[in-house]
């Protein structure tokens, strides 16, 4: 039996990146996976394949996470589709970066919008249909920036320094209804995020193993934390990088 068989599963921010292969892994699992993304269409010829490979059922959702009454659409489908939600994964997120000096509004808003405030809402829309079942896991994508710091990267910690945060206060408050709640705090990964900001000799270098993670290696983590292999753990920041410790 596979790691995921039976269980249903929502994953935001599926269209590349950590995403992509977080959706991808627990297909392979045999986990029924609700992958969003942003763009309609851009998830339809990826789902297909993995739905025929693995012999599961992976089901694009577009919309946007920062809209709640798109999130309560969703949510609503998965509840007459499958009548339960066992894995929740909070991935989707975005990185501006800028100096304290340079910070303005527009970046502040746009950053705690995605990564924040639409963790929170759709946590809050996704336990109404966990709490009905057996219990569940919930999977906060942090960044070990978020618990360290980085210089130039004021915004982006902050909110995913709240994301650790979240992760922690939901553990206490879900721990009742045998929800278990974790984050990964992942590291300099492979992405095109990652490449966005430049990726130099220098900075790998300063990764213990001198290389950057791939996004399947998270991926992975992010299975370990959805499967019943970590039933005993709830409210941990797990870092993944490479002995990167800033």
Request: charged letters at 25%; one cysteine or more.
């Amino acid at each position: 039996m596979k790691l995921l068989e039976g269980k249903v599963v929502l994953v935001t921010g599926c269209s590349k990146g950590i995403g992509r292969s977080i959706m991808e892994r627990f297909a392979q699992e045999k986990a029924v996976v609700y992958a969003n993304a942003r763009t309609a269409g851009g998830l339809d010829s990826i789902s297909e394949k993995l739905s025929n490979a693995y012999e599961t059922k992976v089901v694009p959702c577009y919309f946007d996470i920062r809209d709640k009454n798109a999130i309560k659409e969703y949510v609503l489908k998965i509840k007459a589709e499958q009548g339960k939600l066992d894995v929740l994964v909070n991935n989707a997120g975005i990185m501006k970066d800028a100096l304290i000096e340079m910070i303005d509004d527009t970046t502040l808003q746009d950053t705690f919008d995605t990564n924040v405030f639409s963790t929170i809402h759709m946590t809050q829309m996704a336990l109404k249909l966990m709490k009905r079942g057996a219990g569940g896991a919930i999977i906060n994508i942090s960044s070990i920036v978020g618990v360290r710091g980085s210089e130039g990267k004021t915004v982006y910690a902050a909110s995913k320094g709240a994301v650790a945060n979240l992760t922690m206060t939901w553990a206490r408050e879900l721990v009742k209804y045998n929800i278990r709640v974790n984050a990964l705090a992942p590291g300099k990964i492979d992405t095109d995020m990652y490449r966005t900001i430049g990726v130099d000799k220098e900075g790998i270098e300063e990764v213990g193993m001198k290389r950057l993670g791939k996004p399947e290696e998270v991926a992975n983590a992010a299975l370990f934390l959805a499967s019943d292999l970590s039933s005993y753990i709830t409210g941990e920041i797990i870092g993944v990088n490479g002995g990167w410790f800033l």
